[in-house]
């Protein structure tokens, strides 16, 4: 099983942005996905991304945040831009062996990191 550590969360601005990483130092998962959860809301899928490049995004992010993955680092990244306060969260990585379009689904995951803080200010 993988073993998922995040880092880069931190305290912004609005409009500013954040990188977050993820790194897996175990078992290679097919898809991979940026989860977050902030009090009283269920956890929600943001983006994931697949063994070939392909991705999704919730509607909340598309055309703000990116994810990319560094297969020979088993790294995963989120770069967030333009941040607003809705996107204050607590965000977790996840993997999974599914397709992409099952991967921002909770139910599809195999194994969580521990996660990490985003706070956004206005």
């Known amino acids: 099983q993988g073993r998922l550590v995040e880092s880069g969360g931190g305290s912004v601005h609005a409009g500013e942005s954040l990188r977050l990483s993820c790194k897996n130092s175990g078992y290679y998962y097919y898809c991979m996905a940026w989860f977050r959860q902030s009090p009283g809301k269920e956890r929600e899928g943001v983006a994931a991304?697949?063994?070939?490049?392909?991705?999704t995004y919730a509607d909340s992010v598309k055309g703000r945040f990116t994810i990319s993955r560094d297969n020979t680092n088993n790294t995963l990244y989120l770069q967030m831009n333009t941040l607003e306060p809705e996107d204050t969260a607590r965000y977790y990585c996840?993997?999974?062996?599914?397709?992409?379009?099952?991967?921002?689904?909770?139910?599809?995951?195999?194994?969580w990191g521990r996660g990490t803080q985003v706070t956004v200010s206005s």
């Open positions: 996840a993997a999974a062996d599914r397709d992409v379009a099952f991967c921002r689904d909770a139910a599809s995951v195999s194994s």
């Open positions: 991304i697949d063994g070939a490049g392909i991705t």
